[in-house]
């Protein structure tokens, strides 16, 4: 059974067995006129000792003849096999993910804690975009750049994993500054795609101001991005465990009482709000798809 699919011109398919038809009843027919008219001058002997060229055509001929038609009308219809290489365009659009570093994502208020809940929802976010770029933005009380907008799942992977307050270094979280570093990377970016910032956080910010976030948001908006916000944690809190010297303690403030961190939605739904995307509560129950 033959696919059509490979074949270039398939209305020429019936030319396979048409050509070399027509081709054999012309040489036929050729032949017997041929042979007529060479009766007309004389017997057979005496038109092979007159003129032996015109008894001698070989037999092969109109084999030769009807398979060169067979194999033209073939190749006519073009016939395709083996692998063919095409470059497919999908849509994506540019994502920076700035992502909450600072030890209050330590906090045990979601299984197994807030950051470890932050990756997985980050890995199903990726794996619901596939044709997306991403970029990486580490934050607490400063931002940093782990990675700009690229398709190397490799090395996504890589910062992902090994995010940890130790990578940030300083304390606090700065939910501005993330939102600021992930213009200035938009900024860069020559691609015509579509563009959104996601800031993943507990959204526990003591010292900074509304209108600060609210500013670098609709900085975004001028720069045709989107900003979605998705929160981790609890009203409840939960304390932030410390290791120290290969014992777990739990984190105190100056004055010796133990820190109790608790998840505040104020600065990231006025982020999403001013940045025209969509604030993801965490008691959503697929957070990633409903970044999507």
């Excluded at 807030?114 to 929802?121: A, E, G, H, Y």
């Excluded at 501005?176 to 570093?181: G, K, T």
């Excluded at 739904?269 to 001013?274: E, L, S, T």
């Amino acid at each position: 059974m033959i696919d059509l699919r490979n074949v270039a011109w398939p209305w020429a398919l019936p030319l396979v067995v048409i050509l070399p038809l027509i081709t054999a009843w012309m040489i036929v027919k050729a032949k017997r006129v041929r042979a007529a008219r060479l009766s007309r001058l004389g017997t057979p002997a005496m038109i092979a000792r007159l003129a032996p060229s015109a008894t001698a055509a070989s037999r092969w001929q109109p084999v030769r003849l009807t398979a060169a038609m067979l194999f033209l009308a073939i190749a006519f219809a073009g016939p395709r096999w083996g692998a063919e290489r095409t470059i497919v365009k999908q849509p994506g659009i540019d994502v920076v993910l700035a992502l909450d570093a600072s030890s209050s994502m330590l906090a045990r208020d979601e299984r197994p804690d807030r950051l470890t809940s932050m990756k997985q929802v980050v890995s199903r976010l990726r794996e619901l975009s596939p044709n997306d770029r991403f970029a990486l933005v580490a934050f607490a009380g400063r931002s940093y750049v782990l990675s700009p907008v690229t398709i190397d799942d490799g090395a996504l992977n890589l910062f992902i994993e090994n995010l940890d307050p130790t990578v940030v270094g300083q304390s606090g979280s700065s939910i501005a500054s993330a939102i600021a570093q992930s213009n200035n990377l938009l900024a860069l970016s020559k691609s015509g795609a579509e563009r959104a910032i996601v800031v993943m956080s507990d959204g526990e910010a003591f010292e900074e101001a509304e209108e600060t976030v609210v500013n670098e948001a609709r900085r975004a908006v001028d720069l045709g991005a989107s900003v979605i916000t998705v929160g981790f944690g609890t009203p409840e809190g939960a304390t932030i465990p410390v290791t120290e010297r290969g014992v777990v303690t739990q984190k105190r403030d100056q004055g010796g009482a133990v820190v109790v961190s608790r998840y505040n939605p104020d600065l990231l739904r006025a982020a999403a709000g001013a940045g025209r995307g969509v604030f993801v509560p965490p008691t959503e129950p697929d957070r990633a798809a409903s970044v999507r």
